[in-house]
């Protein structure tokens, strides 16, 4: 069983820029891949983001290509996810997600939490 707990979230403007963390309390964070997906009020869980175990891949969706970059230590057990020029429809909680395989659809095997990213416009 892997726990991952987010943190970073909150409120900030358009235009602006926060840095999420996903902490992971298992050794063997790099044996997997981790995302990180979105889902605002009334709508389906998106993916954001994904980086392959060593970090030498990473994908994006196409609505945040360019402003957001998903990054991982290994050593510290944390993936992060640096947000910038953000927009109100980035708005949304985000949760970090852990599996053996990197894909963009939510069938991950461990969740956070999540946590709340509001942008006011």
């Known amino acids: 069983q892997v726990q991952l707990v987010e943190s970073g979230g909150g409120l900030v403007q358009a235009g602006g820029s926060l840095r999420l963390s996903c902490a992971a309390d298992?050794?063997?964070?790099?044996?997997?891949?981790m995302s990180w997906f979105r889902q605002a009020p009334g709508k389906e869980r998106e993916f954001v983001a994904g980086?392959?175990?060593?970090?030498?891949?990473?994908n994006y969706a196409d609505s945040v290509k360019g402003r957001f970059t998903i990054s991982r230590d290994n050593a510290k057990s944390t993936v992060y996810l640096q947000m910038s020029s953000l927009k109100p429809e980035d708005t949304a909680v985000y949760s970090c997600?852990?599996?053996?395989?990197?894909?963009?659809?939510?069938?991950?095997?461990?969740w956070g939490q999540g946590t709340q990213v509001t942008v006011s416009s």
């Open positions: 997600a852990a599996g053996p395989r990197l894909i963009r659809s939510p069938q991950y095997d461990y």
């Open positions: 980086i392959s175990r060593s970090g030498g891949y990473r």
């Open positions: 298992e050794r063997a964070f790099s044996d997997y891949h």
